[in-house]
């Protein structure tokens, strides 16, 4: 019984670490560059985000190697910011935009830059374990609309619903 459980836990652990089929994380990632403040522009809806305006998300090093992360909303319906702070380690070679993050103990998540501003990292697309997790970020609260049209266009190419993202209120 108890192999059971370690295996059934271990597969539910690693099922939350793939990747939509159609998207394809960044090679030739550089952690030093994505490191600092990024700005949620845009994401899809779910309930540890909902209601959030303001959303940041801030990416540091750790001393283990890994990336200290911490999210931040603030939720006009209480009047008070929320905070919510993580980890991210690569989940293979260190120049792949695949990393596994986690804000609860030993349970991992994926996250997959799948697009970015290669000359300045001033945009980055993002995705969960499946199609339902969808992220737009900027080092700026807005992008310009070429930056917009484009993460439409690419996120509907790879499967997902850009018809239900929220535009996330900056100021």
């Known amino acids: 019984m108890k192999t059971v459980l370690i295996l059934m836990t271990a597969l539910l652990l690693h099922g939350c670490l793939g990747m939509p089929e159609s998207v394809k994380p960044v090679g030739q990632f550089e952690l030093a560059r994505y490191l600092g403040k990024w700005y949620e522009v845009a994401r899809l809806d779910h309930s540890f985000e909902r209601g959030l305006t303001r959303v940041s998300a801030e990416y540091s090093l750790r001393n283990d190697g890994g990336v200290a992360v911490l999210n931040r909303g603030y939720s006009e319906a209480s009047g008070v910011w929320q905070e919510a702070e993580g980890k ?18 030993p349970f991992y998540g994926s996250y997959v830059v799948f697009d970015l501003d290669r000359e300045n990292y001033q945009y980055s697309f993002v995705s969960g374990p499946d199609s339902s997790y969808l992220w737009l970020l900027s080092r700026k609260p807005t992008v310009t609309p070429e930056v917009r049209e484009w993460f439409i266009r690419l996120s509907e190419e790879r499967g997902f619903d850009t018809d239900e993202l929220i535009w996330v209120k900056q100021q």
């Not at 991210?88 to 103990?105: I, M, P, Q, R, T």
């Open 88 to 105: 991210a380690y690569f989940v293979n070679d260190h120049d792949e935009g695949y990393l596994k993050v986690s804000f609860f103990g």
